[in-house]
Every structure is written in structure tokens, then in C-alpha cells.
């Protein structure tokens, strides 16, 4: 993994240009690095970076802010790899859990989080613009290793 800085904002911009369309410019990047608890993990060999995931840890919780793997990166392991290595950095600042906000029609994503011991917590109503997309809320406990229940989303019966 890669740490990212301020001077990986424009890199990182371009990367989440193929990722989304409503992608964040290089000045946002370059703030959002600037403010307290955030980090940045990228993958790739070298400086050749195939995605990034950027967080933020602060007071016991830590936040995915965006998580983006290059097109022709994609269906490899890239997403899995960073948001473990996400999670494990939040933890060693101190965060007991980690939250995110996922578009509810994006069947990818869901599953890459899921799969990751993320459950729903809430749901934000028209959250993506302009298509006013939901968004469901997920949280994962960064002190609970999952379980096959917990993976799947269901409430335990124990």
C-alpha cells in the first residue's frame, strides 16, 4: 500500500474522473489530505496507482470517503485489498468502527462491502444528485471479526 499526500491530489482526481461521474477535482483532494484524521491508501506497483481509498478517523469512528479502482483494474482484488488495509489503519488510530454511504442500486459495491462484514444502518433518501439516487448507510465494527451471519447481512439469533 501507498501512502498518498497533498502532491497525489491531481493523480488521485484523475483516477476517481474514470471511477464516477460526479468525480472530485484536485483541489478537493488536496484539502480533504490537508484535514485532520483523514488518510489515503493507494494500490499499485511504484507510483502507478490502479485505485485508492480515502478516510477519515476522528474521535472512535472512522468514514470511507471514497473509494475508487481504475477501470482496467477493476474485478482484481484492488477494492478487497484497500478497504482491509482502510479498516486496519482506522483501527490503529482508533477507530472502533467504520461507516460509508453506497448508492443502493450499485450491486458492485454492495457486494465488495458486504462481503467486507459491512451491515446497513440507515438509509439517506435521494442522497446521490441529480439522479437522486438513495444511499444505504453501512457500518462494520472494526473490533469483531465477522462471521459468516454477520458477512451475510442478517441478524445474528444469538
Do not use: K
Amino acid at each position: 500500500m501507498i501512502i498518498c499526500r497533498a502532491s497525489d491530489a491531481g493523480t488521485l482526481a484523475a483516477i476517481h474522473r474514470q471511477a464516477f461521474d460526479d468525480s472530485w477535482g484536485e483541489d478537493a483532494f488536496a484539502q480533504l489530505l490537508a484535514a485532520a484524521g483523514v488518510f489515503a491508501l493507494a494500490a499499485g506497483a511504484g507510483r502507478a496507482i490502479e485505485g485508492f481509498i480515502l478516510c477519515r478517523a476522528i474521535a472512535g469512528e472512522a468514514e470511507v470517503l471514497t473509494l475508487a479502482v481504475a477501470p482496467a483494474h477493476r474485478r482484481g482484488g484492488v477494492a478487497t485489498e484497500l478497504l482491509q488495509a482502510a479498516m486496519a489503519t482506522a483501527q490503529r488510530s482508533g477507530a472502533e468502527a467504520m461507516f460509508l454511504e453506497v448508492a443502493a442500486d450499485n450491486a458492485a459495491a454492495l457486494a465488495l462491502y458486504r462481503g467486507a462484514g459491512f451491515t446497513q444502518a440507515g438509509l439517506r433518501r435521494g442522497y446521490y444528485a441529480p439522479a437522486g439516487t438513495d444511499a444505504f448507510v453501512l457500518r462494520r465494527d472494526l473490533n469483531r471479526p465477522p462471521d459468516a451471519d454477520y458477512v451475510s447481512g442478517e441478524p445474528r439469533s444469538d
